[in-house]
């Protein structure tokens, strides 16, 4: 079963807007990774977030965690048509295999 | 440096066909895995190797092999192939230890008819 899990399932925004996305877990963690997938190609890592850290940042990412609710989110400001994307939670439960929700599939309009 | 290579891009097998999905790494890492994505479940593990030598079953490891041949490489074999595997299969690699990212190769395509 999955362990992450996004919502929304899909997000269409105008450009410049932000993006904002979530994702839940089950289990403790030792970490949560976001990864961003273009239409037919492989996942590329965005970004780490530990599980003692709260919040993280990128360039145009933020990542918070809170890890009392077990949950995550993603924020991608001033979005542009680049960003359009399927994107990704996986949790590091300590072990060494990741596992991976279903995503979140972004659609930034020009 | 090429990251991580797999081959082939494309594969259509009829039921019952075996074939091998090659997997390569040239970052030095020692954890590779297997991956299979459909379309809305996101990618589930079949199989990883967290160092040469040895392999461990991922979430859904029935109907398929793997041998991990030396630290750069690490195959994806279905021996007797059925629709239900029909997928996309993304290899990927990271470093030693707890905070490393994962990194993909472009995938393989599989058609089973």
């Known amino acids: 079963s999955q362990q992450g899990e996004e919502d929304p399932q899909a997000l269409s925004i105008q450009e410049g807007e932000n993006a904002t996305m979530n994702c839940s877990y089950k289990t403790s963690i030792n970490n949560l990774q976001w990864y961003r997938q273009n239409s037919g190609r492989g996942l590329v890592h965005l970004i780490l977030i530990r599980s003692n850290e709260r919040e993280k940042h990128s360039g145009r990412l933020r990542v918070t965690l809170d890890t009392s609710k077990k949950s995550s989110s993603l924020l991608i400001t001033a979005s542009r048509a680049a960003d359009t994307a399927s994107y990704f939670c996986a949790t590091d439960n300590y072990g060494q295999n990741f596992v991976f929700g279903p995503g979140t599939r972004l659609s930034v309009l020009p | 440096n090429a990251g991580v290579t797999q081959t082939p891009k494309f594969q259509v097998l009829k039921t019952g066909q075996s074939m091998t999905l090659q997997c390569a790494q040239d970052m030095n890492h020692n954890s590779m895995y297997w991956y299979r994505q459909d379309p809305g479940m996101g990618l589930r593990l079949i199989y990883y190797?967290?160092?040469?030598?040895?392999?461990d079953k991922g979430e859904v490891p029935n109907g398929y092999n793997v041998s991990r041949l030396n630290k750069r490489e690490f195959s994806l074999r279905l021996e007797s192939a059925a629709p239900s595997q029909t997928s996309v299969y993304f290899c990927?690699?990271?470093?030693?230890?707890?905070?490393?990212?994962?990194?993909f190769g472009p995938g393989t395509r599989l058609t089973v008819l």
């Open positions: 190797s967290a160092s040469e030598g040895t392999t």
């Open positions: 990927a690699s990271s470093g030693a230890g707890g905070y490393n990212e994962q990194f």
